[in-house]
Protein backbone atom coordinates (compact mmCIF):
# COMPACT_ATOMS: atom_id res chain seq x y z
CA UNK A 1 0.00 0.00 0.00
CA UNK A 2 1.48 3.52 -0.55
CA UNK A 3 1.87 6.57 1.06
CA UNK A 4 -1.01 8.11 -0.36
CA UNK A 5 -3.38 4.97 0.01
CA UNK A 6 -2.59 4.72 3.80
CA UNK A 7 -3.61 8.05 3.78
CA UNK A 8 -6.74 7.26 2.13
CA UNK A 9 -7.62 4.52 4.62
CA UNK A 10 -7.66 7.09 7.28
CA UNK A 11 -9.83 9.38 5.55
CA UNK A 12 -12.92 9.64 7.67
CA UNK A 13 -11.09 10.22 11.21
CA UNK A 14 -12.42 12.46 13.03
CA UNK A 15 -10.09 13.84 15.97
CA UNK A 16 -11.54 14.43 19.44
CA UNK A 17 -8.66 16.90 20.70
CA UNK A 18 -8.42 18.38 24.33
CA UNK A 19 -6.18 22.05 23.52
CA UNK A 20 -4.45 23.64 26.73
CA UNK A 21 -2.82 26.66 26.45
CA UNK A 22 -0.09 27.45 29.38
CA UNK A 23 0.00 30.62 30.38
CA UNK A 24 0.99 33.11 33.35
CA UNK A 25 -0.80 36.12 31.54
CA UNK A 26 -3.61 34.87 29.09
CA UNK A 27 -7.04 34.34 29.35
CA UNK A 28 -10.01 33.25 26.88
CA UNK A 29 -10.05 37.01 24.99
CA UNK A 30 -5.79 36.76 24.55
CA UNK A 31 -5.63 33.50 24.02
CA UNK A 32 -4.63 33.60 20.15
CA UNK A 33 -2.88 30.53 19.66
CA UNK A 34 -5.57 28.43 21.67
CA UNK A 35 -8.03 30.04 19.62
CA UNK A 36 -6.07 29.73 16.41
CA UNK A 37 -5.49 25.67 17.27
CA UNK A 38 -9.39 25.28 17.71
CA UNK A 39 -10.07 27.46 14.48
CA UNK A 40 -7.84 24.99 12.47
CA UNK A 41 -8.70 22.06 13.95
CA UNK A 42 -12.80 23.16 13.59
CA UNK A 43 -11.90 23.68 9.51
CA UNK A 44 -10.83 20.23 9.45
CA UNK A 45 -13.83 18.84 11.26
CA UNK A 46 -12.18 17.35 14.42
CA UNK A 47 -13.87 18.40 17.34
CA UNK A 48 -12.28 19.99 20.51
CA UNK A 49 -13.89 18.41 23.24
CA UNK A 50 -11.89 20.14 25.72
CA UNK A 51 -10.45 23.74 25.97
CA UNK A 52 -8.48 25.36 29.11
CA UNK A 53 -5.68 27.87 29.62
CA UNK A 54 -4.02 27.09 32.78
CA UNK A 55 -0.77 28.76 34.28
CA UNK A 56 2.94 27.08 33.71
CA UNK A 57 3.18 25.14 36.71
CA UNK A 58 3.95 21.40 36.46
CA UNK A 59 1.81 19.89 38.56
CA UNK A 60 -1.43 21.55 37.36
CA UNK A 61 -0.68 20.04 34.20
CA UNK A 62 0.50 16.81 35.22
CA UNK A 63 -2.87 16.35 37.07
CA UNK A 64 -4.51 17.97 33.98
CA UNK A 65 -2.67 15.39 31.26
CA UNK A 66 -3.30 12.27 33.76
CA UNK A 67 -6.81 13.35 33.52
CA UNK A 68 -6.93 13.64 29.53
CA UNK A 69 -5.03 10.93 29.11
CA UNK A 70 -7.11 8.63 31.06
CA UNK A 71 -10.75 10.10 29.45
CA UNK A 72 -12.33 8.21 26.82
CA UNK A 73 -13.67 11.46 25.41
CA UNK A 74 -9.83 12.72 24.06
CA UNK A 75 -7.86 11.35 21.22
CA UNK A 76 -5.43 14.02 21.04
CA UNK A 77 -3.92 16.82 23.59
CA UNK A 78 -2.78 19.33 21.81
CA UNK A 79 -0.75 21.72 24.33
CA UNK A 80 0.72 25.94 23.51
CA UNK A 81 3.05 27.51 25.63
CA UNK A 82 5.90 26.61 27.72
CA UNK A 83 8.49 24.52 25.57
CA UNK A 84 11.25 27.56 25.72
CA UNK A 85 14.19 27.81 28.01
CA UNK A 86 12.95 30.42 30.61
CA UNK A 87 12.82 29.29 34.27
CA UNK A 88 9.26 29.22 33.50
CA UNK A 89 9.04 26.59 31.04
CA UNK A 90 8.11 23.93 32.66
CA UNK A 91 5.73 22.13 29.98
CA UNK A 92 8.03 19.38 28.31
CA UNK A 93 9.51 18.03 31.19
CA UNK A 94 6.23 17.26 32.46
CA UNK A 95 4.54 16.03 28.82
CA UNK A 96 7.97 13.79 28.10
CA UNK A 97 7.50 12.11 31.66
CA UNK A 98 3.46 11.09 30.06
CA UNK A 99 4.98 9.56 26.65
CA UNK A 100 5.58 5.84 26.19
CA UNK A 101 6.50 6.65 22.38
CA UNK A 102 8.52 9.84 21.19
CA UNK A 103 7.54 11.06 17.60
CA UNK A 104 10.85 12.70 17.67
CA UNK A 105 9.97 13.77 14.10
CA UNK A 106 7.77 16.00 15.21
CA UNK A 107 10.10 18.35 17.18
CA UNK A 108 12.91 17.96 14.50
CA UNK A 109 10.88 19.12 11.43
CA UNK A 110 8.86 21.76 13.73
CA UNK A 111 12.57 23.09 14.38
CA UNK A 112 13.71 22.85 10.06
CA UNK A 113 10.44 24.41 9.39
CA UNK A 114 10.49 27.31 12.14
CA UNK A 115 14.24 27.95 11.02
CA UNK A 116 13.47 28.98 7.46
CA UNK A 117 10.79 31.55 9.10
CA UNK A 118 12.48 32.67 12.24
CA UNK A 119 15.96 31.74 11.95
CA UNK A 120 18.46 30.38 14.71
CA UNK A 121 16.37 31.03 17.25
CA UNK A 122 14.34 28.26 16.53
CA UNK A 123 17.43 25.81 18.39
CA UNK A 124 15.57 27.33 21.96
CA UNK A 125 12.05 25.44 20.70
CA UNK A 126 11.94 21.75 22.42
CA UNK A 127 8.53 21.45 20.55
CA UNK A 128 7.78 17.54 21.27
CA UNK A 129 4.89 15.29 20.15
CA UNK A 130 4.27 11.22 20.92
CA UNK A 131 1.49 8.91 22.17
CA UNK A 132 1.20 8.68 26.10
CA UNK A 133 -1.35 5.36 26.82
CA UNK A 134 -3.33 5.94 23.59
CA UNK A 135 -3.13 9.37 23.08
CA UNK A 136 -1.20 11.50 20.69
CA UNK A 137 0.06 14.44 22.60
CA UNK A 138 1.79 17.48 20.71
CA UNK A 139 3.71 20.22 22.65
CA UNK A 140 3.44 23.56 20.65
CA UNK A 141 5.16 26.63 21.34
CA UNK A 142 2.79 29.76 22.62
CA UNK A 143 3.33 32.25 19.95
CA UNK A 144 0.29 32.16 17.33
CA UNK A 145 2.66 31.76 13.97
CA UNK A 146 4.61 29.01 15.36
CA UNK A 147 0.99 27.16 16.34
CA UNK A 148 -0.15 27.83 13.01
CA UNK A 149 3.43 26.37 11.53
CA UNK A 150 2.93 22.97 13.81
CA UNK A 151 -0.76 22.79 12.88
CA UNK A 152 -0.60 23.49 9.55
CA UNK A 153 2.42 21.83 8.26
CA UNK A 154 2.77 19.06 10.59
CA UNK A 155 -0.05 17.87 12.67
CA UNK A 156 -3.13 18.69 10.55
CA UNK A 157 -1.97 16.53 7.54
CA UNK A 158 -1.12 13.97 9.55
CA UNK A 159 -3.98 13.62 12.20
CA UNK A 160 -6.12 11.02 10.94
CA UNK A 161 -3.38 9.25 9.17
CA UNK A 162 -1.81 8.83 12.31
CA UNK A 163 -4.84 7.85 14.63
CA UNK A 164 -5.53 5.13 12.08
CA UNK A 165 -2.23 3.98 12.63
CA UNK A 166 -2.55 3.66 16.21
CA UNK A 167 -5.83 2.25 16.19
CA UNK A 168 -4.79 -1.31 14.02
Known amino acids: MSHVEHKESSAGIQARCAVITLSDTRNEASDTSGAKIKALLGAEHHL ?98 AVELAMTKLILPELRHLLGQMRK
Request: hydrophobic share 45%; net charge negative.
Open 48 to 145: VSFYSIIRDEPRELGVLLEELISSGDVDVILTNGGTGISRRDHTIPVIEKHLTTVLAGFGELFRMLSYQQIGSSAMMSRAVAGIAKDKLVFAMPGSTA
